[in-house]
């Protein structure tokens, strides 16, 4: 079974650019997260979908992020534009209905320069 | 306030040692437990949970957490640390009313000397 895959691993931009990041969540996963870590602090919860709703958004930083998961399959981070700040390591995690386990991509590291 | 607090940013050990990587929350309410681990280069991966049956929960490769609700503590532990064990530890909470969303601690950095 395939795991959690995000795209790209690495994105270097300037700032002002646009960048979008993609998930794809384990077949059948109706949950789909997107957390962030900027450098040297905790990991933060952004937003959680169920199929194609936004079940909770109340983590994204600002309307510069958008997010979208059309048909209920993999999902995009949008950030436009990005800033410095926005520089750190997204990931992406999926879950079924019925468990609370969810599952982890690999992340993708964003540098903003 | 809900939250979780890991106390040790930084733990190393020698090989064969013992391993204790604290972490405790802080909830009205007895919460979903978790402890995942970031290998270099990899993704977080689930160790183990905590979902209100055994208070002693057993995950992957020899670790082992035990949920003390009077202490709100959930300690990580293995008898005895193996050079692969290097990585970052994550323990996240699942706080009621919370919907699924994980609260993450600040994560312990563990390192395992020869």
């Known amino acids: 079974e395939a795991g959690v895959t995000q795209f790209p691993s690495h994105s270097v931009i300037e700032k002002g650019q646009t960048v979008t990041l993609r998930c794809d969540p384990i077949?059948?996963?109706?949950?789909l997260y997107w957390y962030r870590r900027v450098m040297g602090k905790e990991i933060k919860f952004l937003l959680h979908f169920v199929k194609e709703s936004k079940q909770d958004e109340s983590g994204m930083p600002n309307n510069r992020f958008l997010a979208e998961r059309t048909g209920g399959t993999y999902s995009t981070l949008k950030v436009q534009p990005a800033e410095l700040e926005d520089s750190g390591v997204y990931f992406c995690?999926?879950?079924?209905?019925?468990?609370?386990?969810?599952?982890f991509g690999q992340g993708t590291r964003l540098t903003v320069v | 306030a809900q939250s979780v607090t890991q106390l040790d940013s930084h733990v190393s050990v020698s090989e064969g040692t013992p391993v204790l990587l604290r972490c405790n929350y802080s909830s009205s309410y007895s919460p979903s437990l978790f402890w995942y681990v970031q290998h270099p280069n990899k993704g977080l991966q689930l160790l183990l949970k905590y979902t209100s049956a055994a208070t002693l929960v057993k995950g992957i490769n020899g670790f082992e957490a035990e949920f003390k609700k009077s202490e709100t503590s959930f300690h990580l532990t293995k008898p005895s640390a193996h050079m692969s064990d290097a990585a970052e530890y994550f323990c996240v909470v699942i706080f009621t009313g919370g919907g699924n969303k994980l609260t993450f601690g600040t994560g312990t950095q563990l390192k395992v000397e020869l």
């Open positions: 077949s059948g996963h109706d949950n």
């Open positions: 995690a999926s879950s079924s209905r019925m468990n609370t386990e969810a599952f």
